[in-house]
């Protein structure tokens, strides 16, 4: 968990440094021109970014395993500064506190619930895999039909990557994978995601009192 949160605390510095690029336009471009080209390009970077690195720790490849993670930092700090980019410059820091704070609470309830239960978790996988399908699918309705739907995804994909983080602490409980490493990057991943739902979040919070 400690190499998870450290990867966390090295993506959120990258959220706040690409405000200051190009990068932070991302976002704009890819869901401007329709949410579920957004969704579909971060999540291609997300699973390539994973196989990458697992790849890396598996055959004991260290550039392979570092190239991957690269890819998911790069993936997350951009998507995130590309959220940030619409706050007022002096509610940044704060958002990302709050956000922060809030992920932190949810990943020590998840925790503590898996923690707290002899059960098995791995149903958690499946109903978080089915979660991200649906949220995609939602949001490709969303983005062309039926706009209300574009909330239903969101909600999907949110849900998807707090099972995702429950079926991941499961693993580690449980010693389901031998490397801590692998363990690290699904947590990881999980908690990222996470985390870039709650900033959401806590962006129209702050934005809704400034009005």
């Not at 605390?9 to 991302?26: C, D, E, K, Q, S």
């Not at 980019?85 to 506190?97: C, D, K, N, T, V």
């Amino acid at each position: 968990m400690g190499g998870a949160s450290a990867l966390m605390a090295i993506n959120v510095l990258l959220m706040y440094v690409f405000l200051a690029t190009p990068l932070a336009g991302v976002n704009d471009v890819l869901f401007g021109a329709a949410p579920i080209l957004g969704v579909l390009v971060y999540g291609v970077a997300l699973y390539v970014g994973q196989r990458i690195a697992e790849r890396g720790v598996k055959s004991g490849d260290v550039g392979t395993a570092f190239g991957g993670m690269v890819v998911l930092q790069l993936a997350f700090g951009i998507f995130g500064a590309g959220v940030l980019r619409f706050a007022p410059p002096e509610s940044q820091l704060a958002i990302l506190g709050l956000t922060a704070i809030v992920t932190a609470l949810m990943t020590a309830v998840v925790t503590g619930y898996v923690y707290a239960r002899s059960a098995t978790f791995e149903h958690w996988g499946t109903f978080s895999t089915f979660a991200f399908i649906g949220g995609v699918v939602a949001i490709a309705i969303g983005s062309f039909v039926v706009q209300i739907l574009l909330l239903v995804g969101f909600v999907l994909l949110f849900l998807g990557f707090v099972l995702r983080l429950g079926y991941e602490i499961w693993q580690v409980r449980d010693r389901r994978n031998v490397s801590t490493a692998l363990q690290t990057i699904g947590v990881y991943i999980a908690v990222a995601g996470v985390f870039v739902h709650v900033l959401q979040l806590v962006r129209q919070y702050f934005l809704s009192q400034a009005d």
